[in-house]
């Protein structure tokens, strides 16, 4: 015998069935061995017998006879293996016995603690053994790295159809903001910042139930917002950083002006023509949460036309506007902070033209049309 002869039982490897109603446990022994010489095995041990009733011990190594008894005077479970013919082979790590237990109750969870007494003889000479505990079980993972972010999607998954050897049968999750699913994978999406305690409750073919609780962390996110001013004269345009966060602070801001970037907080800009244009924000926290706004900014002379050339009726609307115009045009249907939300409508001169609104949510709009040097728009409201 060597130093590293070692009996394991391993529950880790341990696997659980149901048949004709009685429940089990197969418990695989292997051997820890360099020694390919072993022509004999011997254990002993006693077991929670509230727990467990002995049933079976198989071979998993070709020449291996397997002699188990369970003495109900001792209530000690005994084996001994030997090679028929020759000695059988053992590398590192090697099943060579499966022991089966039947279960008191379906949902009966086998621990080392419940052996004890326990011996074991290699080549007849006393060598030590192992018992391996169930894996724990594997908590929930989140798809994306840190920081989890508010506002955004959060997508959580259970990576497995098994929990300690049982087919999982259903999944049901409470992401502790309110939002609940059934599915193994799902998303969520949190409001603010905070500390959840997220629940997934796992539930076996057998009527198993596992609780899994881990508290996630959101982070707060930033609202990216700014304002901007044409200064004719100069064609410069200024912007004013008005992005906000609830806590932390924002260390990072990145402007797109369409080509060119910036990343001070406030800074100005020439474009290279008059026009309307393209500018996002993006702001990022110092924990790295991001939000970017899109806004369409004014870099062009801008002419209201009174009713008598360009009237919206009826204002306020709901569902549908009626336009009349004293010229010819392609509009465009903006927000207030400039970006475009509908476009490409005909507008015939000395016609009347109906364009649906349904689709708006309520709130001040402009009808556009864009020209060489100006932007022509008129106000109507939606009201739902």
Same mark, same amino acid.
């Given at each position: 015998?060597?130093?590293?002869?070692?009996?394991?039982?391993?529950?880790?490897?341990?696997?659980?069935?149901?048949?004709?109603?009685?429940?089990?446990?197969?418990?695989?022994?292997?051997?820890?061995?360099?020694?390919?010489?072993?022509?004999?095995?011997?254990?002993?041990?006693?077991?929670?017998?509230?727990?467990?009733?002995?049933?079976?011990?198989?071979?998993?190594?070709?020449?291996?006879?397997?002699?188990?008894?369970?003495?109900?005077?001792?209530?000690?479970?005994?084996?001994?293996?030997?090679?028929?013919?020759?000695?059988?082979?053992?590398?590192?790590?090697?099943?060579?016995?499966?022991?089966?237990?039947?279960?008191?109750?379906?949902?009966?969870?086998?621990?080392?603690?419940?052996?004890?007494?326990?011996?074991?003889?290699?080549?007849?000479?006393?060598?030590?053994?192992?018992?391996?505990?169930?894996?724990?079980?594997?908590?929930?993972?989140?798809?994306?790295?840190?920081?989890?972010?508010?506002?955004?999607?959060? %997508?959580?998954?259970?990576?497995?159809? #098994?929990?300690?050897?049982?087919? !999982?049968?259903? &999944?049901? /999750? @409470? $992401? =502790?903001?309110?939002?609940?699913?059934?599915?193994?994978?799902?998303?969520?999406?949190?409001?603010?910042?905070?500390?959840?305690?997220?629940?997934?409750?796992?539930?076996?073919?057998?009527?198993?139930?596992?609780?899994?609780?881990?508290?996630?962390?959101?982070?707060?996110?930033?609202?990216?917002?700014?304002?901007?001013?044409?200064?004719?004269?100069?064609?410069? %345009?200024?912007?004013?950083?008005?992005? #906000?966060?609830?806590?932390?602070? !924002?260390?990072? &801001?990145? /402007? @797109? $002006? =369409?080509?060119?970037?910036?990343?001070?907080?406030?800074?100005?800009?020439?474009?290279?023509?008059?026009?309307?244009?393209?500018?996002?924000?993006?702001?990022?926290?110092?924990?790295?949460?991001?939000?970017?706004?899109?806004?369409?900014?004014?870099?062009?002379?801008?002419?209201?036309?009174?009713?008598?050339?360009?009237?919206?009726?009826?204002?306020?609307?709901?569902?549908?506007?009626?336009?009349?115009?004293?010229?010819?045009?392609?509009?465009?249907?903006?927000?207030?902070?400039?970006?475009?939300?509908?476009?490409?409508?005909?507008?015939?001169?000395?016609?009347?033209?109906?364009?649906?609104?349904?689709?708006?949510?309520?709130?001040?709009?402009?009808?556009?049309?864009?020209?060489?040097?100006?932007?022509?728009?008129?106000?109507?409201?939606?009201?739902?």
């Amino acid at each position: 015998m060597t130093l590293t002869d070692t009996v394991v039982f391993d529950l880790s490897l341990a696997t659980y069935s149901n048949s004709g109603g009685i429940y089990y446990i197969d418990i695989p022994v292997l051997i820890y061995s360099n020694n390919t010489g072993i022509n004999a095995l011997d254990f002993w041990f006693n077991f929670n017998l509230n727990k467990m009733t002995y049933v079976s011990t198989v071979p998993l190594e070709v020449g291996l006879d397997p002699f188990t008894n369970f003495n109900v005077n001792s209530q000690v479970l005994s084996n001994t293996t030997s090679g028929t013919s020759a000695s059988f082979s053992t590398p590192l790590y090697t099943e060579i016995l499966m022991l089966r237990f039947s279960l008191a109750t379906a949902c009966t969870e086998i621990l080392p603690s419940d052996f004890t007494t326990v011996f074991a003889l290699v080549n007849g000479i006393l060598s030590s053994y192992l018992f391996v505990p169930p894996h724990p079980i594997p908590s929930f993972v989140i798809q994306q790295p840190q920081p989890y972010c508010s506002g955004s999607d959060i %997508v959580f998954n259970y990576p497995l159809t #098994t929990v300690n050897g049982r087919i !999982i049968q259903s &999944y049901a /999750w @409470d $992401f =502790g903001n309110g939002q609940v699913s059934n599915l193994q994978s799902d998303t969520a999406v949190y409001a603010s910042e905070g500390n959840y305690p997220v629940t997934l409750t796992l539930t076996t073919t057998d009527g198993c139930v596992y609780p899994i609780q881990n508290a996630v962390p959101i982070y707060p996110t930033p609202v990216a917002a700014f304002s901007s001013n044409w200064d004719e004269p100069t064609n410069v %345009v200024s912007f004013t950083n008005e992005s #906000t966060i609830t806590s932390g602070s !924002i260390n990072l &801001y990145t /402007w @797109d $002006f =369409g080509g060119s970037t910036s990343n001070l907080q406030n800074p100005n800009y020439t474009f290279p023509i008059p026009g309307y244009y393209d500018v996002t924000l993006t702001a990022t926290s110092d924990l790295g949460c991001t939000s970017s706004i899109t806004q369409l900014v004014t870099a062009i002379d801008i002419v209201e036309l009174d009713n008598r050339s360009f009237h919206i009726y009826p204002n306020p609307s709901s569902d549908q506007i009626f336009v009349t115009s004293s010229f010819h045009t392609i509009a465009r249907i903006t927000d207030v902070t400039g970006r475009v939300v509908s476009e490409n409508y005909i507008i015939q001169g000395n016609q009347t033209t109906d364009i649906n609104v349904s689709s708006l949510a309520g709130g001040y709009y402009f009808l556009e049309s864009v020209g060489d040097e100006t932007v022509v728009r008129e106000r109507f409201l939606i009201e739902n």
